[in-house]
């Protein structure tokens, strides 16, 4: 119940819903229990009139028809009034709570994505809110009026005859009892049917989206057994679950219907005896039908009460996470396109600082060790160093993505720790092994980090990347849509629009983290003219797989074990007889163990 209530906090605004959504509610149940009252009021004029023809009875009962025609039609009307707002409400809570979601994970730290499953983090935006806000719907639109019907009901049998409030008070607590001791055995197999499923959905969107990995390995077979077998177990977890759903289910119902024996029993017998009038009986028959209600049900409510505060715990839980209070400010203000900040250092100047760096990924030992490193603007710098040696690290720590366990890195004379990571990001431009495309078209794509740019812009930096002239080859050219329905890119076409997207970026710092290394041959050397283009006057840090590429570098800084081992000239460090210069020798050679030592560096021959 803290839970929910705390959703209700969490969401003031809604505040006006919630009490217009209350007073329907007291409305829903006044115009319900007035209907009774019509009733037994006609009733007793019957009794007491009958055999009168037509006389001043009709009138009466006339009377008492017609206020029961106005009570029920009111009562459609507030019950009306009350589910539209309670429709609206939720919508408006799942709005506002998903909406907040989504925000705190863009200004959570990339290390919380370390952490968690992507299925989870989905899951929760889909099931977890929806949970939350279909049982407030369902509270609003029906039970609030229930449970008020339910007490009124509770006090006016109570003023009738006591023993009648007591037989109906003693079902409450034994009900609501069974129910939950059913619900909690029932969340625990539900549990087991959720994580089944999806396992099996998670697997299903995998085999889906690699249809291609699964064909050409021959293992259909093996994916439709293991999708099979995860779905056919929770047909034995809902047969288990059921069953004793309906076992509990014949106790409840059974100590209702003998409550409900002995309430009517009650009711009849003092009827014959006289203390109840015709009319009284039949106002109290109807108030028990009433009071039924909300009791049957109730296992609903308790059931999808559970899932809500699971849900909202669930929630919570990442709501509270503590974000950087840097990243904050990305997410908010004003959807402006600012000019990138220029840069303050002069070419030749140092732009970028690595001191004394050391860093390790979150309850991991150390990846880098005391890098120091100075870098000036314009230059361009080739990182070497083996396969997991830290060298995608070390760019993430450039970006902010993570903080050094010491040390510091500075950008433009602003250390990262407290900087603006909108500042900084906005002066750095990156080409990953994956171009990374987001559906939508072509020229969307390339006009990521500048969604106004004009047609021009977009053309002018696809001609840098060496994209112009097999976009303009596609029937739709810049607005063929590309992702899930539209064009089917290669790897090295898709590379040339992620250049081009730096390229429209124009930030002085540029991040190529193995850019090529996912082309063959052929795409690599139409991606890399564009790259050349890309790092004109920018200046550069890259991770290549490709001695030849890096031979035109200013410096390369080679990394063993976590520190930096030398930086020089290219044609410093092929003399030097360290890893570089291995690496040179190595590359000519066509020895399989030659071949593999290049590769334990990410480097082809
Ligand atoms: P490189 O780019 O030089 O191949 P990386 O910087 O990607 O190396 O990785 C360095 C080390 O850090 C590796 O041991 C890798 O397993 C580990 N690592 C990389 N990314 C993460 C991460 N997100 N969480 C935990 N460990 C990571
Ligand atoms: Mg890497």
Not at 302 to 327: H, L, N
Not at 373 to 398: D, P
Request: glycine share 8%; net charge neutral; aromatic share 10%.
């Amino acid at each position: 119940m803290k839970s929910i209530l705390r959703i209700l906090r969490a969401t003031k605004e809604l505040n006006r819903y919630y009490i217009f959504i209350m007073a329907c509610a007291v409305l829903t149940s006044v115009t319900a229990l007035a209907s009774p009252f019509a009733i037994k009021g006609a009733t007793d004029a019957v009794v007491q009139h009958s055999g009168e023809g037509w006389g001043r009875g009709l009138n009466v009962i006339i009377w008492f028809a017609v206020a029961y025609l106005v009570a029920q039609l009111l009562n459609t009307l507030f019950t009306n009034i009350g589910g539209y707002l309670g429709d609206v409400m939720s919508q408006r809570m799942r709005t506002m709570l998903s909406v907040r979601y989504f925000d705190k994970l863009l200004s959570l730290p990339l290390s919380y994505y370390d952490e968690e499953l992507t299925g989870t983090i989905v899951s929760r935006l889909n099931r977890t809110i929806m949970e939350i806000t279909r049982f407030i719907q369902m509270f609003s639109n029906t039970f609030a009026s229930l449970l008020i019907t339910t007490a009124s009901v509770l006090i006016i049998s109570g003023i009738y005859y006591w023993p009648l409030a007591v037989l109906l008070l003693i079902i409450f607590p034994v009900y609501f009892w069974l129910t939950s001791k059913t619900s909690e055995k029932w969340q625990v197999w539900e549990g087991e049917k959720n994580a089944d499923i999806d396992v099996a959905s998670g697997r299903f969107n995998e085999v889906i989206g690699q249809i291609r990995v699964v064909k050409s390995f021959g293992q259909e077979r093996r994916e439709l057994s293991i999708f099979r077998q995860l779905f056919h177990s929770t047909i034995g977890t809902t047969s288990q679950q059921s069953r004793y759903w309906h076992k509990m289910d014949v106790y409840r119902l059974a100590f209702l219907n003998i409550v409900f024996f002995l309430l009517y029993l009650l009711i009849f017998v003092r009827t014959l005896q006289g203390k109840f009038s015709i009319g009284d009986m039949v106002l109290l028959i109807q108030l028990m039908g009433m009071a039924v209600q909300p009791i049957t049900s109730l296992s609903w409510v308790v059931d999808a009460a559970q899932r809500a505060i699971a849900g909202s715990k669930d929630y919570f839980d990442v709501m509270e996470r503590e974000v950087d209070p840097r990243a904050v400010a990305l997410t908010q203000g004003e959807l402006t396109e600012k000019e990138p900040e220029p840069v303050k250092a002069e070419p030749g100047q140092e732009i970028i600082r690595f001191e004394n760096v050391t860093f390790g990924y979150e309850g991991e030992g150390d990846v880098l060790h005391d890098i120091d490193l100075s870098i000036r603007r314009g230059e361009k710098i080739a990182f070497v160093g083996e396969s997991g040696g830290g060298k995608s690290t070390l760019m993430s720590l450039l970006e902010g993505l993570y903080d050094p366990r010491s040390g510091s890195v500075t950008v433009d004379g602003m250390n990262l720790v407290e900087g603006n990571l909108q500042k900084l990001r906005s002066q750095i431009g990156m080409v990953f092994q994956d171009a990374s495309l987001f559906s939508g078209t072509i020229a969307e794509n390339i006009a990521y980090a500048r969604p106004n740019a004009t047609r021009e812009e977009v053309r002018e930096a696809a001609i840098k990347a060496n994209a112009d002239q097999f976009i303009r080859g596609f029937a739709d050219g810049y607005d063929s849509l590309i992702g899930e329905r539209g064009l089917k890119l290669s790897g090295g076409q898709k590379q040339r629009i992620a250049v081009a997207r730096a390229i429209l970026k124009d930030a002085p710092i540029l991040i190529l983290d193995e850019a090529t290394s996912a082309l063959d041959t052929k795409a690599e050397r139409a991606v890399q003219k564009g790259l050349d283009e890309l790092m004109a006057g920018r200046t550069s840090l890259i991770i290549a797989h490709r001695l030849s590429t890096i031979s035109a570098v200013d410096r390369i800084v080679t990394l063993r074990d976590g520190r930096i081992d030398e930086v020089g000239t290219p044609a410093e460090l092929a003399r030097s007889g360290g890893i570089y210069a291995e690496l040179l020798g190595l590359q000519n050679s066509s020895s399989k163990a030659d071949k593999n030592r290049l590769k334990s560096y990410d480097i082809v021959g």
